[in-house]
C-alpha cells in the first residue's frame, strides 16, 4: 500500500505551472495533469489514467530539462512510481461517469458536492462563468449590500510551509465592492448562460429591511438560494457579520427578516469566533434557516514584523485583526461540523461545510461528519479553479471504491465516532510503535522528541537503529509523528490491565 501523500514531498518543487512546459515537450501524455494530481492527493485517478504501458521508460525525459526549474522535479521517476506501484494495486477502473457526484441543496439538484464559497473567487461574471466551466456545481457570491466598500491594500498576508505552499491565510477583505443593482445583473446573466449552476447568494443587511429586501431581489434575479452573512470578521462598522453571529437573538431576528423576503432555501453562515455554534444555529432555525454555512474566517493576528512592529499585511504603518482561512483551520472547521451534525435539533438541516479544503479528501471528512455539501476559497485563490478536476475526480473514485453509489450514502457516517469529551476512550491498552529498519535511515529524531517530550523508551543501537524500550513505551506515538522518513506506524498491543 502507498503511503499517503509521500509522492507529494518528492515533487515540492513542482511549480503547478499554467501551461507546464513539461507537458507542452512530451507528447506522449499529460505529466502536468498528473503531477497536480499527486499534490492535491489523487494519486489512484492518476494512476488510472497512465497508459498501460509506461512511456517513460525509453524517454530521456525533455519534460525536466523544460521544467521552469529544471533538474529540481523528478518527472520521471514520478511517473513511473505512479505506473508501478499504483496502478497495480488499484481495485477499480476510473469510474466513466460522475452520476454519483450528485446531490442536492435543500432540494435543488447539484452537479456535484463543491461550491465557490462567498469571497473574491466568486466575485464577477467572468469568474464565475470560468469557474462553472471548469466543472464547478456552483457558487456562493460575494457578499452582497448595501453599502459602501472600500478596501485596504494590501489586505492579505499567509504562513507558508516549506515548499512555499500556504498553510494559514489571512485576509482583512470586506463584501462586493458592486452596486446591488450591478449584482442582480450578473445572477440574470449567469442564470442565462447556465441554468443548472447553483447560485448561492450571500447577502448582508444593516437592518431589518434590508436583509428583507436584499433576499427578495436575490430571488427574483435568479439566485436558487440565499446564504447570511452573520460571521464575517472585518466589518469597519460594529453591530455587522460576526458581530451577529456571537449573538443568538440577532441570528433569529435576522433570518426571519430574510425569510419574510423569499420563498427561497436560506443558509445562515455562522462564525466560528464563539465557543460552542449550536446556540446561534438553533435560533437560525427558528428564524426559517434550512440550512447552515460554516465555517467563515477566524479572527486573527499573523506576525510581528520585529523592525515596524506592525503585523501583516500592513497598511500604512497599521494592521488589524483579520479572518484567518486555509488547511491549517480545517481542524477547528470539522469540530464546528460535528458539533452541528450531532445536534438533534438541528436534523433535517443542510449542513454547508468550508474551513481549509484543499483536496477531495478533506472535503469527504467534512461529508463524513454530515455535510451536504463542500465550499471552498483559499485553495482556489492560491491553485485555481482547476482544482475541480481532482476534487471530482478523487471523490468519485472513493465512492465508486467504497461501493457508494451517491454522495449521501457517505454523509455523516463518521459521526457516531466523535465524542466532545475524552471520558468515552478506552485508556487500558498501550499500542507500541513498529520500526521499518529498511526505511530507517538513524537520524535519531524520534529518540530526540521520545526523550525530550516523551517517556525515554527510545534509544539507538550501534548501527544507528531505534530499540524501544517497552517497559516505557506508553503508546503516545510522538514517534510516529516526527519520523522524516516515515519509518515508524502502528504496532502490537498490550493490555495493561484487565477488563
Same mark, same amino acid.
Given at each position: 500500500?502507498?503511503?499517503? !501523500?509521500?509522492?507529494?514531498?518528492?515533487?515540492?518543487?513542482?511549480?503547478?505551472? *499554467?501551461?507546464?512546459?513539461?507537458? !507542452?515537450?512530451? $507528447?506522449?501524455?499529460?505529466?502536468? $495533469?498528473?503531477?497536480?494530481?499527486?499534490? #492535491?492527493?489523487?494519486?489512484?485517478?492518476?494512476?488510472? =489514467? #497512465?497508459?498501460?504501458?509506461?512511456?517513460?521508460?525509453?524517454?530521456?525525459?525533455?519534460?525536466e530539462s523544460a521544467c521552469v526549474r529544471a533538474g529540481e522535479v523528478p518527472i520521471r521517476a514520478l511517473m513511473t512510481r505512479l505506473h508501478d506501484e499504483v496502478k497495480p494495486g488499484l481495485e477499480i477502473p476510473l469510474p466513466e461517469d460522475e452520476s454519483r457526484l450528485r446531490t442536492e441543496l435543500c432540494g435543488v439538484p447539484l452537479e456535484n458536492p463543491f461550491l465557490l464559497s462567498s469571497s473574491v473567487v466568486a466575485s464577477t461574471y467572468d469568474m464565475c462563468a470560468r469557474a462553472f466551466e471548469a466543472g464547478w456545481a456552483g457558487a456562493a457570491f460575494k457578499t452582497i449590500c448595501s453599502f459602501d466598500i472600500h478596501e485596504a491594500s494590501p489586505r492579505f498576508s499567509a504562513i507558508t510551509g516549506d515548499s512555499g505552499s500556504i498553510i494559514g491565510f489571512k485576509n482583512i477583505e470586506q463584501l462586493s465592492d458592486h452596486s446591488v443593482a450591478e449584482n442582480m445583473e450578473i445572477f440574470r446573466r449567469l442564470k442565462v448562460k447556465y441554468p443548472t449552476k447553483f447560485i448561492l447568494a450571500s447577502i448582508m443587511g444593516q437592518n431589518d429591511a434590508e436583509w428583507e429586501e436584499l433576499s427578495r431581489l436575490c430571488e427574483e434575479n435568479g439566485a436558487d438560494a440565499i446564504e447570511l452573512n452573520f460571521s464575517c470578521p472585518n466589518m469597519a462598522d460594529g453591530g455587522l457579520g460576526s458581530d451577529i453571529g456571537q449573538a443568538p437573538e440577532l441570528v433569529e431576528r435576522f433570518t426571519a427578516a430574510a425569510r419574510r423576503g423569499t420563498k427561497l432555501p436560506i443558509l445562515a453562515k455562522l462564525t466560528p469566533n464563539v465557543a460552542v455554534m449550536s446556540p446561534a444555529a438553533e435560533a437560525a432555525k427558528r428564524g426559517g434557516a434550512d440550512g447552515i454555512a460554516a465555517i467563515n474566517t477566524i479572527k486573527s493576528i499573523i506576525g510581528v514584523n520585529p523592525h515596524t512592529y506592525v503585523s501583516a499585511p500592513a497598511v500604512h504603518g497599521m494592521s488589524a485583526? @483579520? @479572518?484567518?482561512?486555509?488547511?491549517?483551520? !480545517?481542524?477547528?472547521?470539522? =469540530? #464546528?461540523?460535528?458539533?452541528? $451534525? *450531532?445536534?438533534?435539533?438541528? *436534523?433535517?438541516?443542510?449542513?454547508s461545510a468550508m474551513g481549509g479544503v484543499e483536496n477531495w479528501s478533506d472535503a469527504l471528512e467534512f461529508i463524513l461528519l454530515g455535510a451536504g455539501s463542500v465550499q471552498v476559497t483559499t485553495a482556489v485563490m492560491q491553485y485555481g479553479y482547476r482544482i475541480i478536476d481532482d476534487l471530482k475526480a478523487g471523490l468519485n473514485y472513493y465512492l465508486a471504491e467504497k461501493g457508494f453509489s451517491s454522495v449521501e450514502e457517505a454523509r455523516g457516517l463518521a459521526l457516531d465516532s466523535v465524542s466532545d469529551t475524552t471520558d468515552v476512550l478506552e485508556r487500558d491498552t498501550v499500542v507500541f510503535p513498529k520500526f521499518h529498519r529498511e526505511k530507517c535511515v538513524g537520524c535519531g529524531r524520534c529518540v530526540i522528541s521520545c526523550a525530550d517530550g516523551g517517556h525515554q523508551a527510545i534509544r539507538l543501537s550501534e548501527d544507528r537503529r531505534p530499540i524501544l524500550d517497552g517497559k516505557k513505551c506508553v503508546g503516545c506515538h510522538l514517534c510516529v509523528l516526527v519520523c522524516p522518513e516515515r519509518a515508524i506506524s502502528s504496532g502490537r498491543k498490550r493490555i495493561t490491565k484487565a477488563s
Open positions: 500500500m502507498i503511503e499517503k !501523500k509521500l509522492f507529494r514531498t518528492d515533487m515540492l518543487k513542482c511549480a503547478l505551472c *499554467q501551461d507546464a512546459p513539461c507537458t !507542452k515537450t512530451c $507528447g506522449r501524455m499529460d505529466p502536468a $495533469g498528473l503531477l497536480r494530481s499527486i499534490w #492535491f492527493d489523487d494519486e489512484k485517478a492518476a494512476a488510472s =489514467r #497512465f497508459p498501460a504501458v509506461d512511456p517513460c521508460l525509453d524517454c530521456p525525459a525533455p519534460c485583526v @483579520g @479572518g484567518y482561512s486555509g488547511n491549517a483551520v !480545517k481542524p477547528i472547521a470539522l =469540530r #464546528f461540523i460535528a458539533e452541528l $451534525g *450531532q445536534n438533534p435539533a438541528l *436534523q433535517g438541516m443542510h449542513l
